[in-house]
């Protein structure tokens, strides 16, 4: 499983694409295959400061609720309004139309405290 | 099946004959009712997808099935049973239900009549034990259990019988809805009838573990889609067919469930729960099995509360419900008061504390077009 190397994951397979003093998150790849098929997502407000940890939003497979958690603090920017309607793009783009969220960072150290792509690739390998 | 299996310590699953099969296409198991099961291969959405478009088999072994046979079978299964099964010709097969003496639905079952004197039912994996001593009870010696010695394989969607046809026997093109028939195959014995649980058209087939299995592999290479436990949900959630333990139970009666149908009293035989569903029939219902759909996207589940949506209280809660696939809404099933439960009723239902407006229908979400 190809891991891009420019992102940022956390133990709970999200991950987060920095962008200067902002950054996209989402799921990856090994997380929409553990899930199964996405029936519904729902996304935080934009506006909404969120602390790093807390519960952002929800997503559903078919069988399960479960929720997700922000990987940074920060304020929420945009979401990815098309995953209303499909939320099947979480499982076949994770990294990419999949997206969830873009954030504007409050703590941007909070970085250095994340796994990298060698580090969360050493992650699924114990799974 | 190994030696260990029948000496499995309280707590261990059962495993399917056909496991090594299931786990070589992907399968993911889960446990349900005791047993090992597929709950997907390749995807919930897609195998639901495949069955309503195509073909589906799915591996049912867990379903208790038992023959009573012999001159008084058929009476000794009218007295356990509600719809009065002396009526099926053989070559026939039937819903019904087990009650108790309170009316209640013990399991809902299906009862086929292969010949004048040898009759399969097929039991929910769930209630197989208790199912299969009311009917020893009932019939003694003439009942045995073959569980354990058999495989079933439901195939299931617009393709199914035509590809059954080519695969297993020209026969299956002639199986009329409901007909069941034990067919010649490969030097065995496979008991095929037209029924199931997905709202498509298609069959159950029963036979031996080593000629199932063969079965199996000609319908996979025929293109058949394996479907796991999680699209055989939402599959019969959508055509609005009930599960025992979440939409019927002990608790709930054939008349509030929309299941008098196969209840039959004018035979006047005597049967487990008779005389309290004479009473139950006429009396006014206190509640109503009811189908709702979400107005907006949403994943309706069981347990959620069900409201009023002006004054926000809560008239039930859904007993089952799924995101359908194919009807690509939220629906579910919930028991309520009867000037409620109309067609068109607006209502709502509670999600993470937001009210989602839902509305009844009438049943099924999804009905097939042939």
């Known amino acids: 499983m190809e891991i891009p190397t420019h992102l940022r994951f956390t133990s709970d397979h999200e991950w987060i694409r920095p962008e200067g003093d902002e950054g996209t998150c989402g ?6 295959d553990q899930l199964g ?15 790093k940890g807390e519960a952002f939003g929800v997503i559903e497979s078919v069988k399960a609720v479960y929720d997700l958690f922000t990987p940074v603090s920060g304020e929420v920017l945009e979401r990815n309004e098309s995953l209303l309607d499909h939320p099947e793009k979480v499982n076949e783009s994770p990294y990419d139309e999949g997206w969830m969220i873009r954030v504007r960072l409050t703590k ?20 | 099946m190994d030696d260990t299996a029948t000496a499995n310590p309280a707590g261990a699953l059962r495993e399917l004959a056909l496991r090594d099969r299931h786990a070589a296409l992907g399968a993911r198991f889960a446990p349900f009712a005791g047993w090992e099961m597929p709950l997907q291969y390749e995807g919930i959405v897609a195998e639901h997808t495949a069955v309503r478009t195509r073909a589906g088999v799915f591996d049912v072994s867990h379903l208790g099935r038992c023959w009573v046979t012999g001159p008084s079978a058929g009476e000794q299964l009218r007295s356990i049973t509600t719809y009065n ?50 009917v020893l009870a ?4 003439a009942a ?15 393709e199914a019988l035509a590809i059954l046809g080519r695969v297993l026997s020209p026969e299956m093109l002639s199986l009329a809805e409901h007909d069941c028939r034990e067919l010649s195959w490969r030097g065995g014995t496979v008991l095929a009838a037209r029924t199931g649980y997905t709202g498509e058209d298609g069959a159950e087939c029963i036979a031996e573990p080593s000629l199932a299995g063969a079965l199996w592999d000609e319908l996979i290479t025929a293109g058949v889609q394996p479907v796991g436990l999680g699209a055989r949900d939402t599959l019969r959630l959508e055509a609005a067919l009930p599960l025992h333990g979440h939409d019927i139970d002990a608790t709930t009666d054939p008349y509030e469930a929309g299941l008098g ?23 006014p219902l206190d509640r109503k099995l009811a189908h709702l759909v979400a ?44 000037e409620r439960a109309e067609p068109g009723t607006p209502l709502a239902v509670e999600i993470r504390g937001k009210h989602v407006p839902v509305e009844v229908v009438r049943r099924p979400f999804y009905k097939r077009s042939s």
Request: charged share 25%; with cysteine; aromatic share 8%.
């Open chain 1, 108 to 127: 941007p150290e909070e970085l250095d405290a994340l796994l990298d792509s060698t580090a969360y690739q050493g992650l699924l390998a114990e799974a």
């Open chain 1, 27 to 32: 799921i990856t790849e090994f997380a929409q």
């Open chain 1, 37 to 51: 098929d996405v029936v519904f997502v729902e996304l935080p407000d934009v506006g909404r400061t969120l602390a």
């Open chain 2, 144 to 158: 045995r259990e073959v569980t354990e010695e058999t495989v079933m394989l439901a195939v299931q969607g617009p």
């Open chain 2, 138 to 141: 009932a019939a003694g010696d």
């Open chain 2, 261 to 283: 149908w196969v209840v039959s009293l004018k035979d006047g035989a005597d049967f487990t729960g008779r005389d309290a569903l004479l009473r139950l029939k006429d009396r």
């Open chain 2, 85 to 134: 099964v002396l009526r099926l010709a053989p070559g026939a097969a039937h819903y019904s239900l087990y009650c108790n003496d309170s009316g209640g639905i013990d399991d809902d079952i299906f009862i086929y009549r292969l010949d004048p004197e040898r009759w399969l039912i097929v039991h929910n994996a769930a209630n197989a034990e208790a199912d299969f001593a009311r």
């Open chain 2, 295 to 338: 107005k907006e996207r949403a994943v309706l589940r069981a347990g959620y509360p069900v409201l009023d949506p002006e004054s926000g209280s809560t008239l039930a809660s859904l007993t089952s419900g799924a995101f359908g696939p194919t009807v690509a809404k939220g629906i579910g099933m919930a028991y309520l008061p009867p």
